[in-house]
């Protein structure tokens, strides 16, 4: 081909490139929906593979214990108590620290917290012995904010429980409970008034029944639970998920010790034994007949020459009951009044639930054999 065709050629193609983009320029802008790209249509997806249905938190069965609390809240009370606190004061010269000088002292009003719970409609709020131990004063707030001052109707430190009086009309009453149907594993919630806070509501399980051996009373039959016990909360209730009192909040284990979420409660069951002896008696009357008692494992009677484990008298008081009858420091205990002892708390409660001058049979060993000794019972005297 020769050069001039080339020529003629080039020029053609590039006539018909321009003549093409004019032509599209137009058509696009006379038309410029034809620019957009074609949009895919919906599909519906397949009922199997349909999102979950969101359950609502009705539809799932929410768990509260707001009608619980609404039932045994109002009849929570505040404890206020005012005692007369004698303390030294530094020295305050030279010669008082080389004895030359008389100490001084000056008295104080304490004031604690605690809780109460009102157990019947006429006017009785149970308590810790403690809340209201040596108070000069003592006065309630009820939840509803009424006060009025408490007149103490009698106190049982053995037990560390007291019953105060309250004259308020139309006071809010805790329903009772059944301490001896708890299991390990049931909900509790505990009610008070801790650390100057309104009131306010702990939960947890109950954790053990029957601890004893705290040092906290000489009767201990506790319900060991995990809900928070904090400072105020004392005399206040344990109950269950109806809403029903199953105990007295008393002591929680000391955070120094490394533990946390140990605290205990008086059982409803012993509690209702001792406001009626109070309401009855103005007291609690016991049995006893004089005698100190302890645990013995195997190991320690092995050690001291004993011929069995058991509960062990360790002292006979001079000029009691155990001591005319003829038993001794050192003999172990089988069964008090034909029943079989089971440690010492079981003992104790066994000799306290005997009336005054009831006969006790009380069924020892000694080294030279067994007996049985009839002992004739006391009145137990409470500091």
Same mark, same amino acid.
């Given at each position: 081909?020769?050069?001039?065709?080339?020529?003629?050629?080039?020029?053609?193609?590039?006539?018909?490139?321009?003549?093409?983009?004019?032509l599209?320029?137009?058509?696009?802008?006379?038309?410029?929906?034809?620019?957009?790209?074609?949009?895919?249509?919906?599909?519906a997806?397949?009922?199997?593979?349909?999102?979950?249905?969101?359950?609502?938190?009705?539809?799932?069965?929410?768990?509260?214990?707001?009608?619980?609390?609404?039932?045994a809240?109002p009849?929570v009370?505040?404890i206020?108590?005012?005692?007369?606190v004698?303390?030294?004061?530094?020295?305050?010269?030279?010669?008082?620290?080389?004895?030359?000088?008389?100490?001084r002292?000056?008295?104080?009003?304490?004031?604690?917290?605690?809780?109460?719970?009102?157990?019947?409609?006429?006017?009785?709020?149970?308590?810790?012995?403690?809340?209201?131990?040596?108070?000069?004063?003592?006065?309630?707030?009820?939840?509803?904010?009424?006060?009025?001052?408490?007149?103490?109707?009698?106190?049982?430190?053995?037990?560390?429980?007291?019953?105060?009086?309250?004259?308020?009309?139309?006071?809010?009453?805790?329903?009772?409970?059944?301490?001896?149907? +708890?299991?390990? $594993? #049931?909900? =509790? /919630?505990? *009610?008070?008034?801790?650390?100057?806070?309104? %009131?306010?509501?702990?939960?947890?399980?109950?954790?053990?029944?029957?601890?004893?051996?705290?040092?906290?009373?000489?009767?201990?039959?506790?319900?060991?639970?995990d809900?928070?016990?904090?400072?105020?909360?004392?005399?206040?209730?344990?109950?269950?998920?109806?809403?029903?009192?199953?105990?007295?909040?008393?002591?929680?284990?000391?955070?120094?010790?490394?533990?946390?979420?140990?605290?205990?409660?008086?059982?409803?069951?012993?509690?209702?034994g001792?406001?009626?002896?109070?309401?009855?008696?103005?007291?609690?009357?016991?049995?006893?007949?004089?005698?100190?008692?302890?645990?013995?494992?195997?190991?320690?009677?092995?050690?001291?020459?004993?011929?069995?484990?058991?509960?062990?008298?360790?002292?006979v008081?001079?000029?009691?009951?155990?001591?005319?009858?003829? +038993?001794?420091? $050192? #003999?172990? =205990? /089988?069964? *008090?009044?034909?029943?079989?002892?089971?440690? %010492?708390?079981?003992?104790?409660?066994?000799?306290?639930a005997?009336?005054?001058?009831?006969?006790?049979?009380?069924a020892?060993?000694?080294?030279?054999?067994?007996r049985?000794?009839?002992?004739?019972?006391?009145?137990?005297?409470?500091?």
């Open positions: 081909m020769s050069q001039q065709s080339l020529g003629r050629a080039a020029v053609f193609l590039a006539g018909s490139i321009v003549g093409g983009l004019a599209a320029f137009v058509i696009v802008f006379l038309r410029p929906e034809l620019l957009r790209a074609p949009q895919p249509q919906a599909v997806a397949p009922a199997a593979e349909a999102p979950p249905a969101v359950v609502t938190p009705a539809a799932a069965g929410v768990v509260s214990y707001a009608d619980a609390v609404a039932r809240a009849a009370a505040n206020y108590s005012e005692r007369v004698k303390e030294r004061l530094p020295p305050a010269t030279l010669g008082e620290l080389f004895g030359g000088v008389m100490p002292y000056r008295q104080r009003i304490e004031q604690t917290l605690g809780s109460g719970v009102v157990v019947d409609d006429a006017g009785h709020i149970v308590t810790n012995h403690h809340v209201i131990d040596n108070a000069e004063r003592v006065s309630v707030q009820l939840a509803d904010g009424r006060q009025a001052e408490a007149r103490v109707v009698g106190r049982d430190p053995d037990t560390d429980l007291a019953v105060l009086y309250v004259d308020l009309a139309a006071m809010p009453v805790m329903p009772l409970g059944r301490s001896d149907q +708890l299991r390990v $594993g #049931d909900v =509790v /919630l505990a *009610i008070g008034n801790p650390v100057g806070l309104t %009131q306010s509501v702990t939960q947890g399980i109950v954790s053990g029944t029957g601890r004893g051996q705290l040092g906290v009373a000489t009767f201990e039959n506790f319900i060991q639970t809900a928070p016990i904090n400072f105020g909360n004392s005399g206040g209730a344990l109950v269950n998920s109806n809403g029903e009192l199953v105990g007295i909040n008393t002591a929680v284990l000391a955070k120094s010790l490394g533990v946390e979420g140990i605290g205990f409660a008086i059982p409803v069951n012993l509690v209702r001792v406001m009626q002896e109070i309401l009855d008696h103005g007291r609690v009357i016991r049995g006893s007949i004089g005698v100190g008692l302890a645990e013995v494992d195997d190991a320690q009677a092995q050690r001291l020459g004993l011929p069995r484990a058991g509960v062990v008298i360790t002292n008081f001079q000029g009691s009951p155990a001591a005319e009858a003829g +038993l001794q420091a $050192g #003999d172990i =205990v /089988l069964t *008090i009044a034909g029943h079989a002892v089971r440690g %010492q708390q079981d003992a104790l409660t066994r000799i306290a005997s009336k005054p001058g009831e006969l006790l049979d009380v020892v060993v000694r080294r030279d054999g067994d049985t000794i009839q002992v004739k019972v006391t009145e137990r005297r409470t500091s």
